[in-house]
């Protein structure tokens, strides 16, 4: 252990209280020159690679209107409304799951607890190839769930490379990342708040709908998002169902390979990324906290 | 950690049952990989025998991927520690509409898909010097995506501790701001610096949206290599390859749990 | 407490750094685009280069499509020295201007049509396409016999093909139904009608060479070459029938060209002059393609082939207006097939 002054954490205070004390001469320039490395990697790789893209989205013949021209084909308009559809419903699906069993987890001790935990959190690190291939190996031709079907007569059924096996895959892919939050945020409530309500007559149906949930919005939004956000961007499960799913990542990645139609990829690419950028920074407005650095 | 142990009605038992349901959709289909990958032949199954010859040609085969997906998540994290912890220090320090701003945009490579970024980065820098087929290129690549994690992850801890408080403390005995930096202001959030380290080792490596466009044939990571081997491979190497894969994100998996069942800041 | 972790961290990145990479930058090195092991057993061929020439060729998996993509993004400053391409790729790729004249040794031995004129590419071996069928993953369905038999319902889920929009195979697919059911290059209606049919079935529609997913059973039919079908057959004694299709198929070329400003290009030339050599040439055919160079294929190898009568129903393509039509059947593809 290190020899600071205090190991242990001051309580919790609101950040916002100005920082500035006359005696620290030259703050502001230090505080500058340590975000500097990283505002400079970050302009020289991210910020001005970016700006080309959104240029070469423009350089075609059709100039600018490309963009408008890009969201208006038919094809695009589609994968980009399935993309948010089956984001959304990812989202919820998994805030709803997660919510039941990341509440259950924190409220319930019992043997086996710890292991239970460690098993659901333990996907949280899987590439999107990984998770495809586990969806493969459930609902694949040779998957668990239609060789079950299939032994109770009712035939094989496979959807592994239909959007519904895509669906399947990011929920597994976000169920150990939002229950970590919800768990996070869960141990972190009032018990006197539920103790009160409780002693006031209030069913356990209205505790969970008027004192836990509301407690856990701010968590469950900035979980929410970030799903949301993975879903949208996702490629790698696609990529290893490998079906014509319809995802709008999919289809920039077409748009790439099919005679590199590179412009109409960077269109898509810029419009994509704008809108999960807008759905994180909504989100993050909302809730008030930081969203990403959960999970 | 209230118990409610003592009243185990119906409802306790479907929430386990429930929780258990999602445990087993996550759980087995690892299992089965896991055998898939140990079984001679998967479709003939178990009474073909188990054999650890498809780990090994995996390991034969793929141990250059293995070797550069760690190598990268390495250096990754030394440039995001590097770059990432001065950045959060001088953002929690100055709270306000810039430093929000800031945290905005080093977002933004978590929203753009990571297609885009590669794509953004061969048509800018694909053609600087050897750069395009060296390993450095997927680097920049990882470090642009974790990067917002381990600033995140440093700066919730430092929003909770009273960082002018503790520096005043030590500029009144005298410390300079390099010392101060060292022995007050980095001690006192290592507990995000490692939940962040942790975070970005296992995202690089498992990064794939950059890499698969990012990558060249000499500069294979393991996502890579493993999307190689799920579309056409024998599905019993691409089982052993992910195997392989779980034992590697184990360690730091483990260590990731304890850090969230230790709680909060304090170590 | 966090020095000594930054200090290890750094070690160990720069540690790993002097180890990993002269072993890789020493031997001479050829990159090769689209060169992936499990299809026409280029593991075979890429493992007796580095035997025979010293010149290590990293595998590939990249198809068609995404080598000419990459190409492109890296015109300014190339990855690849040759590239292996489908056969129509081979003329994009040279309208590109992304690959560059080379006559490999073997060159006079190539029959017209089979090569440009300046040599920007040139056929190294052709293969036929049909079903390439899993026996035993049918489900005690028989093995299908013609394009229309895929329609039926009883191959529900059970039919791949290979994404004509990404990969040279799918789009070679769709030419050989087209032709089969009476249509030409000048229309893809019939191709396109059977290609709407068949998502009725629910086809799975990779779009990475799928070898090892037929072998396995996920893909019980999959719309592929002799070459792979023989060789799980013959090589990996797997339960796999062939099938030329009763209405008829296409044979097509699979053609090398050299990359524009590739970075090692004298291993380039080596490579490409080493798939043309006599030793190539046998390797080809060993693994059950047709060699450029028709001599190469012993009797042994040619008895394991679908009698001549079979592949009598196929015929081969015209590259030139293969190339010219695949734009305009890949964007009706896009826009009508879902």
Redesign the interface.
């Known amino acids: 252990m290190s020899a600071c002054v205090q190991d242990a954490p001051l309580p919790h205070r609101p950040a916002a209280r100005p920082p500035v004390r006359p005696g620290w001469v030259g703050e502001p320039l230090r505080l500058a020159a340590l975000l500097a490395p990283a505002a400079a990697v970050f302009a020289a790789f991210f910020l001005l690679p970016l700006v080309r893209l959104i240029l070469i989205g423009a350089g075609g013949a059709e100039g600018w209107s490309a963009y408008l021209t890009t969201l208006a084909d038919p094809g695009h308009l589609d994968s980009l409304i399935s993309t948010l559809a089956l984001s959304a419903g990812v989202t919820l699906v998994t805030l709803a799951v997660s919510t039941v069993a990341g509440l259950f987890l924190v409220r319930n001790r019992f043997p086996g607890h710890a292991l239970l935990v460690a098993l659901l959190t333990f996907p949280l690190a899987f590439p999107g190839v990984v998770i495809g291939f586990m969806v493969i190996m459930l609902a694949g031709r040779q998957g668990l769930i239609g060789t079950v079907t299939q032994a109770l007569g009712a035939g094989k059924l496979v959807f592994a490379y239909s959007m519904a096996g895509l669906f399947l895959g990011y929920v597994y892919f976000s169920i150990p990342r939002v229950i970590l939050t919800v768990m996070a945020a869960a141990e972190k409530l009032d018990p006197r708040l539920e103790e009160a309500a409780r002693s006031l007559g209030a069913s356990s149906w209205r505790v969970v709908a008027d004192v836990i949930l509301p407690a856990l919005k701010p968590a469950l939004i900035s979980a929410g998002a970030l799903c949301f956000a993975t879903s949208m961007g996702a490629f790698g499960t696609a990529f290893t169902l490998a079906t014509r799913i319809n995802v709008l990542p999919m289809t920039i990645y077409t748009e790439f390979t099919l005679q590199a139609n590179i412009a109409a990829a960077a269109a898509l690419s810029v419009l994509l990324g704008l809108i999960t950028w807008a759905a994180l920074a909504v989100a993050r407005s909302v809730a008030g906290t930081s969203v990403a650095a959960a999970g | 950690?209230?118990?409610?142990?003592n009243r185990r009605g119906w409802?306790?038992w479907l929430?386990?049952g429930?929780?258990?349901l999602?445990?087993a959709?996550?759980?087995?289909?690892?299992a089965?990989?896991m055998l898939?990958g140990l079984t001679a032949n998967?479709?003939v199954g178990l009474k073909s025998g188990l054999t650890l010859r498809w780990v090994e040609e995996v390991l034969r085969v793929y141990s250059?991927t293995i070797?550069?997906s760690?190598?990268i998540a390495?250096?990754c994290?030394?440039c995001t520690?590097?770059?990432?912890v001065?950045?959060a220090?001088?953002?929690?320090?100055?709270?306000g509409r810039i430093a929000r701003l800031?945290e905005?945009?080093?977002?933004?490579?978590?929203?753009?898909?990571?297609?885009?970024?590669a794509?953004?980065?061969?048509?800018?820098?694909?053609?600087?010097g050897d750069l395009?087929?060296s390993?450095l290129f997927i680097l920049?690549g990882h470090?642009?995506f974790t990067?917002?994690?381990m600033?995140?992850?440093v700066?919730?801890v430092m929003?909770?501790?009273?960082l002018?408080?503790?520096e005043?403390?030590?500029?009144s005995l005298g410390a300079g701001?390099l010392r101060r930096f060292?022995?007050?202001v980095?001690?006192?959030c290592?507990s995000g610096?490692l939940a962040g380290?942790l975070m970005v080792l296992?995202?690089s490596?498992?990064?794939?949206?950059l890499t698969?466009l990012l990558h060249?044939?000499?500069t294979?990571t393991l996502?890579v290599g493993?999307?190689?081997s799920?579309?056409?491979?024998?599905?019993e190497?691409?089982?052993a390859y992910?195997l392989v894969?779980f034992l590697m994100?184990v360690p730091?998996?483990i260590l990731?749990?304890g850090l969230?069942?230790r709680?909060?800041?304090?170590v | 407490m966090m020095k000594p972790f930054l200090f290890g961290a750094a070690a160990l990145a720069a540690a790993l750094t002097t180890v990993v990479t002269p072993a890789a930058a020493a031997e001479p090195t050829a990159i090769c685009y689209n060169c992936p092991p499990e299809w026409a057993d280029w593991a075979s061929q890429l493992k007796a280069i580095k035997a025979d020439l010293g010149i290590a060729v990293p595998f590939d998996n990249k198809n068609s499509g995404q080598a000419m993509a990459a190409m492109l993004a890296e015109k300014d400053k190339p990855v690849a020295d040759v590239a292996y391409l489908g056969g129509p790729v081979g003329i994009q790729a040279k309208d590109a201007g992304i690959v560059t004249p080379y006559k490999p040794a073997g060159w006079a031995d190539i029959p017209d049509g089979m090569k440009d004129a300046d040599g920007n590419w040139f056929a190294i071996h052709s293969g036929t396409l049909g079903f390439f069928v899993n026996s035993e993953a049918l489900g005690g369905k028989p093995v299908p016999q013609s394009w229309a038999d895929l329609l039926k319902p009883d191959y529900a889920g059970m039919v791949g093909y290979l994404d004509p929009t990404s990969a040279a195979v799918g789009y070679v697919g769709a030419v050989a139904v087209n032709l089969a059911l009476g249509g030409d290059y000048g229309s893809f209606d019939k191709a396109v009608g059977w290609f709407k049919d068949l998502q009725k079935n629910q086809p799975i529609v990779p779009k990475q060479t799928s070898y090892a997913r037929v072998l396995s059973g996920e893909i019980p039919i999959l719309i592929d070459y002799d070459f792979n079908a023989y060789r799980a057959r013959y090589t990996d004694k797997a339960p796999v029938a062939f099938v030329i299709p009763t209405e008829g198929t296409v044979s097509v070329p699979y053609v090398m060209a050299l990359v524009k400003n590739g970075p090692n290009p004298d291993n380039g030339k080596k490579v490409l002059d080493y798939v043309l050599s006599d030793k190539g040439q046998t390797l080809w055919a060993n693994a059950f393609m047709r060699p450029v160079r028709a001599e190469a294929m012993s009797p042994e190898t040619a008895a394991k082939f679908l009698p001549a009568a079979d592949y009598a129903r196929a015929r081969p393509v015209d590259l030139v207006r293969m190339a010219e039509a695949q734009k305009g059947f890949m964007d009706r593809y896009q826009a009508e097939v879902k």
């Open positions: 950690m209230h118990s409610l142990s409802g306790f929430q386990l429930f929780t258990l999602v445990c959709l996550l759980t087995v289909p690892m089965m990989s898939a998967y479709f250059g070797l550069l760690l190598q390495v250096a994290l030394a520690l590097v770059l990432g001065p950045a220090y001088a953002l929690a320090r100055r709270p800031v905005e945009l080093l977002m933004m490579p978590v929203a753009i898909p990571g297609l885009a970024t794509l953004a980065l061969i048509v800018t820098y694909g053609s600087v395009r087929s390993w920049i470090v642009l990067l917002p994690f600033v995140r992850a700066l919730a929003g909770s501790i009273d002018t408080t503790l005043e403390g030590a500029a701001f060292a022995t007050v980095l001690p006192n290592r610096i380290s296992t995202l490596v498992g990064e794939f949206n698969w060249t044939p000499l294979k996502p493993l999307a190689d799920y579309a056409s491979l024998r599905i190497i691409g089982s992910t894969f994100i730091s998996l990731m749990q969230s069942r709680g909060r800041p304090s």
